[in-house]
Each structure stands twice: as structure tokens, then as C-alpha cells.
């Protein structure tokens, strides 16, 4: 298997920068709500509610659909498993 390095004088460091960030900050604003209505409303966030209002944002808009929709499935895989591991014990 080849390592790829992406130094910052590969020819798409800038664009994987971009998109890294613009990854970083869709998820870190869907945790938060999951979190706000977590802790505010006693109620978990579906995918589908996290889609719904996270759809207009910037950062959801700049990346690719498919890929705003993996990261937020990521997300709410993420929190199931640690609902689902609070439930436990």
C-alpha cells in the first residue's frame, strides 16, 4: 500500500484544507444541537431532523450533498451508540 502525504505544497492541500474544515464544522454545529436539545428538551436529534435544518447552512451547502449526508450519518451513529451506551448502564 502507497502513503499518500499531503504536504502543504501538494497540488490539492489547499481544497483537502477546505473541505477538512467545512467537514469539521458541520459536525461540531450538528453535535451541538444534538447536545442544546439533549440537555434543554430531554430529546435526541434524529438524522433526518439534523438534515432537515442543518440543509441551509453554509457549510452543509459547500460540500457536496451526498458527503453533508455522510457526515451527518456519521454523527447520528455517533450518538446512538452513546445513548445507547448510557441506556446500559
Known amino acids: 500500500m502507497r502513503d499518500i502525504s499531503h504536504t502543504k505544497n501538494h497540488r490539492f492541500y489547499t481544497e483537502i484544507d477546505r473541505l477538512c474544515l467545512l467537514s469539521k464544522n458541520l459536525y461540531n454545529y450538528g453535535n451541538y444541537l444534538v447536545r442544546q436539545s439533549f440537555i434543554f ?5 434524529s438524522y433526518y ?3 432537515k435544518t442543518l440543509s ?8 457536496p450533498a451526498k ?5 451527518l ?6 450518538t446512538e ?3 445507547s451506551s448510557k ?3
Do not use: G
Request: without cysteine; hydrophobic residues 35%; aromatic residues 6%.
Open 41 to 45: 428538551e430531554k430529546t435526541n436529534l
Open 49 to 51: 431532523d439534523l438534515q
Open 56 to 63: 441551509t447552512q453554509p457549510d452543509y451547502q459547500a460540500i
Open 67 to 71: 458527503v453533508s449526508q455522510q457526515i
Open 73 to 78: 450519518m456519521i454523527l447520528d451513529r455517533n
Open 81 to 83: 451508540k452513546l445513548f
Open 87 to 89: 441506556r446500559s448502564l
